[in-house]
T-cell receptor, first 111, second 112 residues
Framework: DAKTTQPPSMDCAEGRAANLPCNHSTISGNEYVYWYRQIHSQGPQYIIH???NNETNEMASLIITEDRKSSTLILPHATLRDTAVYYC????????????FGGGTRLMVKP | DAGVTQSPTHLIKTRGQQVTLRCSPK?????VSWYQQALGQGPQFIFQ???????QRGNFPDRFSGHQFPNYSSELNVNALLLGDSALYLC???????????FGPGTRLTVL
């Protein structure tokens, strides 16, 4: 699986958009980009995933660059409850979708 | 629609003992994966079960074993517990091996 690189921490003001970057320059053609988040001591929560095209669901939007070497997770209107560690993971379906978690980005949403 | 459930929530054991953790997958899911999360670190993949067989395994010793039942629920067994086995153990389920994984709340194991 491709390695991903994320900033260790970010701050965001409540009500503003949170843009979380992820670098995956060695991603292969069949690897999806998955995002999960983990609120303190809870199980990781699935947010969104994509292969090539941008994706949007009720939680967030995922923007993947055309060369697929990086992506950005966007939380359009961050709330205090969005404070969590966000993990960007490159996942190969032919490897059983095994998730290899890195350090993630600790997002702190401030009032 | 119930999500992934795990039991027990918390568990305290002593070194050398054995422990069994349980997981019921989300309704309709047939694949279960187990992860270990030490304090301050990201989850690490232990193994995955599909059709009652271990399909993939991470870098964990044979002291870690598992089982999947015909109803798709799963158990994680750890023998000869070490202090370093203290962690949050997470179960994730998916509809087939290649689908998105959804996590349960975890079991917090403390080894004294």
């Amino acid at each position: 699986d491709a390695k991903t690189t994320q900033p260790p921490s970010m701050d965001c003001a409540e009500g503003r958009a949170a843009n979380l970057p992820c670098n995956h320059s060695t991603i292969s053609g069949n690897e999806y980009v998955y995002w999960y988040r983990q609120i303190h001591s809870q199980g990781p929560q699935y947010i969104i995933h994509g292969l090539k095209n941008n994706e949007t669901n009720e939680m967030a939007s995922l923007i993947i660059t055309e060369d697929r070497k990086s992506s950005t997770l966007i939380l359009p209107h961050a709330t205090l409850r969005d404070t969590a560690v966000y993990y960007c993971i490159a996942v190969a379906p032919n490897a059983g979708n095994m998730l290899t978690f890195g350090g993630g980005t600790r997002l702190m949403v401030k009032p | 629609d119930a999500g992934v459930t795990q039991s027990p929530t918390h568990l305290i054991k002593t070194r050398g003992q054995q422990v069994t953790l349980r997981c019921s997958p989300k309704s309709g899911h047939d694949t279960v994966s187990w992860y270990q999360q030490a304090l301050g670190q990201g989850p690490q993949f232990i193994f995955q079960y599909y059709e009652e067989e271990e399909r993939q395994r991470g870098n964990f010793p044979d002291r870690f074993s598992g089982h999947q039942f015909p109803n798709y629920s799963s158990e994680l067994n750890v023998n000869a517990l070490l202090l370093g086995d203290s962690a949050l153990y997470l179960c994730a389920s998916s509809l087939a091996v290649r689908d998105t994984q959804y996590f349960g709340p975890g079991t917090r194991l403390t080894v004294l």
